[in-house]
């Protein structure tokens, strides 16, 4: 059983069925419905008509299923050094104990105290002698506006 495609449609026609048009150049036109004949004849565009197979492809319609889906590039990690500390660096720091780390901060800290007390026993100068004085009297009071108690 051959089965002929519609000329404007992009339909199929089964046997005994539609309508055959040859035009003057002897080039053959066949169409399923006279309904597709007339606008043939009237010079429609099928691409922009919604319902043909043509206007369809066009527009990707229903071929959802067949289409493959599209692969994504997988994302591939590089590892940078930091400002300030090179990979290696890094890379050996990683790859410290829990044991040693514990032992490096305890040693930094020690060692900050003991620059903290330095630089104090440094400042400590002798301390002025308290020179009594009277009550306390705020700017407002000097100034003789109100204030106080």
Known sequence: MKLEIDSFSGYRIYPSKGKLFVRGDSKVFRFASSKNASLFMQRKNPRKIAWTVVYRKMHKKGITEEVAKKRSRKTVKHQRG??????????????????????????????????KKEKESKKAKPARA??????????????GGKGGR
């Open 130 to 143: 308290a020179v009594p004085s009277g009550p306390k009297v705020s700017k407002q009071q000097m100034k």
């Open 82 to 115: 930091i400002v300030g500390a090179d990979l290696a660096a890094i890379a050996a720091k990683r790859n410290q104990t829990a044991a040693v780390r514990t032992q490096q901060r305890l040693a930094a800290i020690t060692k900050a105290k003991t620059e």
